[in-house]
């Protein structure tokens, strides 16, 4: 990964690459204009004068390159990354916020999935996609026909698969450079605290409760950011949640101290869920992963945000750290 000491290496490199690549140019645009400019009489003479030039130029182009490319790419800290590195993450690099620095960060990381499902399925594929080096996937399920409408990453010859394993072949087909690690088990008091650990950051997009305020624990206690996100029928939230770093972090159980009863609060399979709504959260949910990943932009912890997909509307809440919250509470 680039450390701080690349970067500020690499920036006076940045500065004598466009030095040496702008004097290059003058000295270009100098040799074809005084070539330009003889005319008449002379012709004849500058014709092999101007021919001479011209191998002059194409000298000075080469060293110019040979100097200014290695030097911008260092300065992009773009030497660790290979050529198709480079080309599939053109887009990420332009960018000023994330850049070679950020990339080779993403490249880095390890991000834990919790669910191959309607949530599971965008956010998988746009963190493959964004080049993650090691993506999670937890689930116990098998690709059933009810799943197709909202779970994009399985397809109709998957029914009958194990989710993690039609998720690997998938996110093998975006991007063969992520390591994709399978969790084929649900995750438990006894097996959470294992697997969390070998991640960075964890996106949960599980479908009950009982295993959001598991995770959220873990998280918790092991000091892992956590993109929480949940959606049913037209409506969709989703928060941050990284409580142990004090004042202003709250977690899940500050806004719900305990989980409804299963009874009280219907699943998809009862109340429904229209498919693309999942696609609308897990996009987020993978932008939220990768912004903190990344360290930019402003983090969702302690707001929460709501998508009302019938009004076309989103609203924000703020949510205060409990002091009595059974997990991060001081009292
Ligand atoms: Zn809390």
């Known amino acids: 990964m680039a450390s701080k000491r690349q970067l500020s290496v690499g920036r006076p490199l940045m500065w004598v690459g466009i030095a040496v690549l702008s004097a290059g140019v003058a000295v270009g645009a100098w040799f074809l204009r005084t070539s330009g400019i ?15 030039r011209g191998v002059s130029v194409g000298r000075v182009m080469v060293v110019v390159i040979g100097v200014a490319l290695p030097c911008y790419k260092r300065a992009m800290s773009l030497p660790d990354m290979t050529e198709t590195q480079i080309r599939r993450y053109a887009r990420h690099i332009v960018l000023a916020e994330i850049g070679g620095v950020g990339q080779a960060k ?17 956010l998988l594929q746009y963190l493959a996609a964004a080049g993650i080096g090691t993506l999670g996937v937890i689930d116990d399920d098998t690709v059933d026909l009810s799943n197709l409408q909202r779970q994009i990453i399985h397809r109709t010859a998957d029914i009958g698969t194990a989710k993690v394993e039609s998720a690997r072949r998938a996110l093998g087909d975006i991007n063969p450079e992520v390591r994709v690690v399978m969790h084929p088990r649900r995750l438990t008091e006894a097996n959470a605290e294992q697997i969390v650990a070998g991640y960075d950051v964890v996106a949960d997009g599980s479908d009950n409760f009982a295993t959001r305020y598991l995770v959220n624990d873990i998280c918790y206690r092991l000091k892992k950011i956590l993109v929480s996100a949940a959606i049913l029928r037209f409506d969709g939230q989703i928060s941050t949640y990284k409580a142990w770093r004090g004042a202003g972090h709250p977690c899940l159980r500050c806004i719900f101290p305990t989980a409804p009863s299963e009874d ?11 498919g693309a709504l999942a696609g609308t959260l897990g996009a987020l949910q993978a932008t939220e992963v990768v912004k903190e990943i990344l360290g930019i932009g402003r983090s969702l912890s302690g ?29």
């Open 38 to 52: 003889e005319s008449g009489v002379k012709a004849e003479r500058s014709a092999s004068r101007a021919s001479s």
């Open 303 to 331: 707001r929460l945000l709501t998508y009302d997909a019938l009004d076309a509307s989103f609203d924000e809440m703020a949510i205060a750290k409990r002091p009595d919250c059974p997990t991060c509470g001081t009292q």
């Open 106 to 122: 993403l490249i880095a990381s390890k991000v834990l999935v919790i669910g191959a499902g309607g949530l599971g399925a965008p």
């Open 264 to 274: 009280a609060v219907p699943s998809c399979a009862q109340a429904g869920v229209l």
